[in-house]
């Protein structure tokens, strides 16, 4: 038998040369761009034309296409950096943006708090403990296990991030142990975050939009009008409502069509019990998944139950007495709950800490991923994409169709900055008063209201680069872009009944 014989060289060295031929493409493609762009940043308040819009665009095109998250932020960043003669984008753009508080928030204690968490809990095993106590008393199976992962949803719907990150966490051992795909899971978490909290708004979203409306129009004289309006206007924010209740049903197996991807998803998990398609790239690593407990260590259901009752507490209590969540403390607490238990329950402290360590790791990728989304949102702002957008489409309008177009224009924005606030921030103001000009009737400004409520939280649900959809994944141990795909066209089927919903209302008003 003869040894086998060795590749060509010819092939090594045409992969070389396809290598170049790349490199050079995207130095000439920059080049391009820097000789056609701008070249300077805009004025405040102000936009670049379709030159803002470039970089959200291209990021979004590329990671579809390649399904690579990281390198298709790391290219919109840099063609931000092109497009307005920023070339040190670290100062630019990457420093402001990962330097600010808001995403020092997130970073301490979304991702370090709460892979530090759950990385204590593979060592307690306080997760599983919980899913066998939910298994035997509340769920008997893969559909009440998606009721259960709903309910809970609907309970911690303070608003996106911290609810993906409460009922991910808290729903994923049930789901998991019950054979329910990730892409259904994060899906359940990720549609009854922000939709919620703008359908159930006891939370901070009321007060947050009358401060971008107050003074816009006479109805919005005062900020107490400004919030008694936006509780009007709830069963005008069809999105809201409809990706709220097609989700239920969605849980209860009801929902005539979930889209083709979806259905592999479930007849996957559930015919052989791989949670996650073949290839997928969760962003819960292995460390965050593989119970390690220590030998003679007595796991309870308290090691589970006291860090999330404790971190509910500190988090909605006093919402209700003082009108504040208290984000991080309540991740702070619950973390040091859950050691203080471990360590009484005579956990080594040594095991602790590694277990705590190795959560923190498991959170990596996820927190690459995440400044690198709320840097492309900081190069959106500075080149005014949003504003774009909206200037784009903010001429004369039939009345009839305003809703829609604002509904849509808001999906838009969002989609493109990963953002409902961020796009609430530019549009309402602007959205309100061409209403009030079309048509100053208060129900069809309700009307209006409700379709940039929706609008921006369709986006901000389905874009890949919205820290919502990426804390979701990270919760519930999913690939992004696979909960993107299988997300996407049921969130576009409830947009489109939302759409037509504004439009035959407008139509009568």
């Known amino acids: ?10 092939g090594s060295a045409a992969g070389r040369t ?7 493409a995207i130095v000439a493609a920059g080049a391009l761009l820097w000789a056609l762009g701008p070249r300077q940043p805009p004025v405040e308040g102000a936009h670049l034309g379709f030159w803002s819009l470039l970089p959200a665009l291209l990021t979004l095109v590329v990671v579809f ?3 690579e998250v990281i390198v298709s932020l790391l290219l919109g960043i840099v063609v931000g950096g092109l497009v307005s003669g920023q070339f040190n984008v670290l100062g630019a753009f990457v420093l402001p943006a990962v330097g600010s508080p808001s995403y020092a928030l997130i970073l301490v204690v979304y991702l370090w708090a709460l892979g530090g968490l759950i990385g204590l809990w593979t060592r307690t095993g306080g997760a599983v403990a919980f899913a066998t106590w939910a298994a035997r008393r509340m769920v008997r199976g893969p559909r009440s296990a ?6 809970m949803g609907m309970i911690f719907h303070q608003g996106g991030t911290i609810s993906t990150i409460l009922a991910g966490t808290t729903v994923r051992p049930v789901s998991d142990a019950q054979r329910v795909s990730h892409e259904e899971l994060t899906y359940l978490v990720d549609s009854t975050a922000s939709p919620a909290a703008t359908v159930i708004p006891f939370n901070a979203w009321p007060l947050y939009v009358a401060g971008l409306v107050v003074g816009t129009t006479p109805l919005f004289a005062t900020e107490t009008d400004a919030v008694a309006f936006f509780f009007r206007s709830l069963p005008l924010n069809f ?3 409809f990706a709220v209740l097609s989700t239920l049903l969605f849980a209860l197996g009801l929902l005539p069509w979930i889209g083709g991807k979806m259905r592999r998803a479930r007849e996957r998990a559930r015919t052989t019990g791989q949670l996650d398609a073949p290839g997928a790239t969760t962003l819960a690593a292995a460390e965050l998944s593989l119970p390690r407990v220590p030998e003679g260590y007595r796991t309870g259901l308290a090691d589970f139950a006291v860090p999330i009752l404790t971190l509910l507490g500190v ?3 006093p919402y209700f007495l003082t009108g504040t969540v208290r984000i991080a403390e309540a991740f702070g607490l619950a973390l040091l709950s859950a050691f203080a238990l471990a360590l009484l329950k005579g956990m080594a402290l040594r095991e602790a800490i590694d277990g705590f360590i190795d959560g923190c790791k498991g959170v990596t990728v996820g927190a690459i991923i995440l400044g690198l989304a709320v840097t492309l949102g900081f190069v959106s702002r500075s080149l005014g994409t949003a504003g774009f957008i909206v200037d ?7 009345a009839v169709m305003l809703p829609a177009i604002l509904m849509a224009v808001c999906m838009a924005v969002a989609f493109s ?3 409902s606030w961020g796009t609430y921030a530019v549009v309402f103001p602007l959205a309100m008063p061409l209403a009030f000009a079309v048509n100053p009737d208060p129900f069809y400004m309700s009307i209006c209201f409700g379709a940039v409520l929706g609008g921006a939280v369709f986006g901000d649900q389905c874009s890949p680069i919205s820290d919502t959809t990426i804390l979701a994944s990270l919760a519930c141990g999913a690939d992004v872009m696979d909960h993107v795909t299988t997300q996407l066209p049921l969130a576009l089927g409830a947009a489109a009944l939302a759409a037509v919903a504004s439009t035959a209302l407008a139509a009568i008003v």
């Open 1 to 10: 038998m003869t040894a086998p014989s060795a590749p060509p060289a010819s």
């Open 417 to 419: 900055i990963g953002s």
């Open 239 to 241: 999105y809201g409502i």
């Open 146 to 151: 998606m009721v259960f992962t709903w309910l």
């Open 18 to 24: 396809r290598r170049i031929l790349i490199a050079l």
């Open 392 to 398: 784009a489409v903010a001429g004369a309008v039939p």
């Open 315 to 317: 988090a909605i209590i």
């Open 65 to 67: 296409i390649t399904r």
